[in-house]
């Protein structure tokens, strides 16, 4: 059985960080390709950032340069760092593993408001 489970989400002032974690079981991360995606209130899931298997990185159109993924092999986790928050940037973060299935966790809060 696959599992993603997030962590790391909360209240964080504009222009402040934070990192969200992603640890996986029933699959592994590093021949995975596992992504981030966000929701917020009104609007589409859409894609953050991504990693392939081969270390590939896509980016989203409005996290390019203030938002990097990075994974752990030993500890099978994936990871976001996210720099200049927004208020736009509020949202459920989703991790995400693209294989024969997709799967999804069950998302984090960030609130990005001072």
């Known amino acids: 059985q696959v599992q993603l489970v997030e962590s790391g989400g909360g209240l964080v002032q504009p222009g402040g960080s934070l990192r969200l974690s992603c640890v996986a079981s029933?699959?592994?991360?590093?021949?995975?390709?596992m992504n981030w995606y966000r929701q917020a209130p009104g609007k589409e899931r859409e894609l953050v950032v991504g990693?392939?298997?081969?270390?590939?990185?896509t980016y989203g159109d409005s996290t390019k340069g203030r938002f990097t993924i990075s994974r752990d092999n030993a500890k099978n986790m994936v990871y976001l760092e996210m720099n200049s928050l927004k208020p736009e940037d509020t949202a459920v973060y989703y991790c995400?593993?693209?294989?024969?299935?997709?799967?999804w966790g069950q998302g984090t809060q960030v609130t990005v408001s001072s």
């Open positions: 029933g699959i592994v991360v590093s021949i995975s390709a």
């Open positions: 995400n593993a693209r294989l024969a299935y997709t799967y």
């Open positions: 990693i392939s298997s081969a270390g590939i990185i």
